[in-house]
């Protein structure tokens, strides 16, 4: 299996910013000083990597299917991935020292936290995308697809980590909860038609 | 058989390479953990270590990298098996020695994870009785890409074994582990745990390790090991190959051994061949062991500060002498007053911060070490542990993520012989007080004479001088004019003597008017006579002025930038806007603007009572923006910043409230479910909670139902939040409800979470539904009507 990953510079990643205004809560059109405060510290502290690998796509009959991290059901996933032999299963991390801020601005200012939260998990979002372009090149795709939406667990994450070799390669685990560590992590199967 | 230890002295040894690429190309599904096959196909393991030896290796790795107690219930069964094919292939070589490899447990440690250091200690721990039991010649610690996990698993070796400990960590392009160490501060942590060699693997190529090789080469007096990766993976014709051949791979490895690495061997990709040909190349190359360093160093767990070179601040003001707001934070256990000095300290421009927590009425151990593990989660400064207490200095070091600064031993044989122990166990460098069982001398020779007594006894324990920073004390000139002068004479020799300094620079002049005036002039003299490191507050201007200075005029600040950086940043301090003080209170509160808060305050309560300034002025303010917040006119951030500013105002005015008037009445404990890790809605909650007045009991996160309910009982709470983001935790809740209502029914619950709704919450049988923190607090005023 061939891993490809890499890093991706900051300033090459696109917030988007409705999902900028949905994670402050607050109107599309909104700002505020502090956004732009917040923002500057968390670019120091981000080091975002991505990692992907291309999986053939084995229907197992019903709602069950193999991505390359083994058998497991899941309507939503089965249909966004309708005609597809074979799927990219990638990740983004924005790395350590988002949680290492974070967990400091927790304790000291709630406000910075709120939005240094906000911001990362759109920056987050924003690195899958950007990662997604890197992965797929020219190849056509369906949506990305990731763990928690519909009926796809959270539970499988372990799992994708592992087929991804997350852990050695990128430091990302996943705990009891199955909630991906560092915090700002995403994993994704993004169909080939 | 000979120690491995003794042969790393004579001759330079090579390990074997990569597990997995060679076990795949002998078969081994992908996908499955190649230590399974220790049990499935014992035979390929032994015949993959025979490979290696066959190529020239020294030391063969056991196929034990992935196997712990949480992940294999019959993990001593695959140990074993591993320890076997290992023995098995080193049959009748008594040239070749076997390493138990330890990898990391796959979790992240406290406070960035949830596995609890001691929890991490033991699942190695388990692990390393075995290799004891079935007998090898070293642990292998490899592939920890954390210096808490590093450290974790170096105690549990040291701990339930007498074998010999190697490291080597992962390193990323930056030079970086990926919890942030960079080389300095693992070989600081790590020669201090007394480790017998340590180095670097995996991640990277031999052509990427080569320059953080040089930051080792520089630093560490034990032998460095190189297992480099076989570069990256790509694919060629549709196979997988590395990016970097045997025949480069070699290469690189030589120019390795010639920079001053020790033993080499391979890492991910790396095949026999690797090994072959690296050791073919490098055989011939000259063999040292790296010098004895001298480097004095403290670290935490990204950097090290090298004692020394440049002078050294250690911000003073976590420590509760003369301060009554600090004592009073301890002991109500609030660890936020101390996270607040910490940063704050930090940010005024400190290198190290002394943390110092003594007090009669509290467990002074525990509040050291959960002092020390708070505080290291909001900066990454190293930390001075100071304690008299001989077992609050040890729970400390215990737990310290990185090398600490110890305060302190002194010349009393009974303090020698408690403190110096624990540096050998735990690592650090220590701060030496020239006091013995007679008290303070009189003269610089007689504290030099001290000097010389710890120094001798720390060499006992393996404790180099480099490890020790003398404190000749500064006795105050209100009692005696000579004590600066002694102190100052006792600085140079102890320099002569070629050890590091420390000083309580402001102890001159305790009991004296006009203290800043003295302090920053002996400040300056100390310095001029070698003083490396000062223990001082560094929000006294005149200080700081004088640290700045002096460094930019003895040539310690190169293209004056610190300097310049240190007086522009003063200009912009001292100048406030005559628009910033003419706002008033409820305008600040309104607009969110904490920073300036303390003015209009101040200015009210000299016309007003404190509770008036509440009444009238805060609690309006919010209901307009908590009313605009309701409308969809106001968002969250500025809501939350209104609730700040309110909070910050609250502060002061509770200094000036009677005791008997501050209503501590109104509380409400809020936490976050068992099994949910999720908090951000439920810390916003409390913010606003705390602006209003309420006094808000958080229990944090994943949170027993028992637990919440016993606390509420016990703080005699009225009402109780509880909050869940997972529809998997929603039967937590509904638990901790039923567990309360059998207690006692007279305690309201509130929920709220983004999993909830009020259907959800009638079901689970909760009195109010909370859809944001606006409406937590409406809730919370009305059950307390």
Redesign the interface.
Known sequence: ???NYGTIPTNEILINPYERAKR????SN?N?D??DKCFEKLKVVV?CKYLGVKVPVKRLGGSSLDCGF?EFESEKLLKNLKDCNEAFVFCVTL???V??LL??L??????E???T?SLSSALAEGAMDKAEKIIKGETLTRPRFSPGFGDFGIELQPRIL??LNA?????M?V???Y?M??MKSVTAVMGII | MANILDAIKEKRLYFDGGTGTVLQSMGLPAGMAPEKWNILEPGKITELHKSYIDAGCNIIKTNTFGINAEKYENYEELIKAAIDCAKLATKGRNDVFIAFDLGPTGQLLKPLGNLEFEDAIELFAKNIRLAEKYGVDAVLIETMNDSYETKAAVLATKENCDLPVFVTNVYDESGKLMTGADAVSMIAMLEGLGVDALGMNCSLGPDKMLDILEKFVEYSSVPIIVNPNAGLPAEVNGKTVFSIDAEEFSDYMLKMSKMGASLLGGCCGTTPEYIKKTIKKTKNTAYRLPDFKTQTLVSSYTHAVEIGKKPVLIGERINPTGKSKLKAALKENNMGYLLNEAVSQEEAGVQILDINVGLPEINEAAMLKNAVFEIQTVTALPLQLDSVNPKALEAAMRIYNGKPLVNSVNGEDEKLKEILPLVKKYGGTLIALTIDESGIPKTANQRAKIVEKIAKAAREYGIDKKDIIVDPLALTISSDTENALVTLESIKKIKEMGFCTSLGVSNISFGLPGREKINSVFFAMALEEGLDCAIMNPFAKTMMDVYYAYNVLSNKDPACNDFIAYANSDQQETSVTPKETEHSLKYVIEKGMKDIVVLPTQKLLETQDPLSVINDEIIPALNKIGTDFEKGKAFLPQLLMSAEAASAAFEIIKEKMPKNIVDDKKSVVLATVKGDIHDIGKNIVKVMLESYGFTVYDLGRDVAPEVIVDYAIEKNCSLVGLSALMTTTVPAMEETIGLLRKQNKDIKVMVGGAVLNQEYADMIGADFYAPDAMAAVRISEKVYE
């Open positions: 299996m061939t891993f402050l809560q607050v109107a909104f505020m502090e956004f080091d083994g790395g350590i020292g949680d290492r967990n400091k927790k304790t000291i200012s709630p406000v936290y709120f939005i939260d592992e087929l852990p050695r390669l990128l430091g685990t705990n009891k909860s909630l560590l560092p």
